[in-house]
């Protein structure tokens, strides 16, 4: 998913690691986060515990802006059902490498480089 409006972008990658909030895929019967990949209809599974490193392709915004892809976190807790027809969890990330902030189904959000999942508990 792209963003709808970059608002700023930065050449080098910040150190700082911050908190937000990805939304995954929650598939039953194994309750596994997965990342939802639009461009292939499917799911990826994500590694927990460990800090993930995106890919270094651009992305373009709606209105034909590019910027550095990234693992998109919004700032503030989202809300459920953005994601529907999906089953979804919202998850408490950290990351770092910030490459872009722009707007996102009406929400602000980073675009970094690396994320780290907590692992998942089952009965949290």
């Known amino acids: 998913m792209c963003l709808d409006r970059v ?3 930065w050449k080098g990658l910040s150190r700082k690691v911050e ?4 939304i995954f895929a929650f598939l039953p019967p194994t ?4 990342f939802i990949v ?3 209809k499917g799911y990826k599974r994500v590694e927990t515990g460990k800090w993930l490193t995106s890919g270094g ?5 709606i209105h034909g802006k590019r910027y550095c892809a990234g693992f998109h976190i919004f700032k503030n807790n989202p809300g459920a059902g953005i994601l529907h027809p999906y089953p979804e969890k919202i998850v408490k990330v950290k990351y770092k490498g910030v490459l ?12 970094a480089h690396h994320m780290w999942v907590p692992r998942y ?4």
């Open 19 to 22: 908190t937000g909030y990805k």
């Open 121 to 124: 508990r089952r009965n949290k």
């Open 31 to 34: 309750n596994q986060l997965k």
């Open 7 to 9: 608002n700023s972008k």
């Open 38 to 40: 639009f461009s292939h």
């Open 57 to 61: 392709d651009l992305a373009t915004d």
């Open 100 to 111: 872009a902030k722009g707007i996102q189904m009406g929400r602000e959000v980073v675009v």
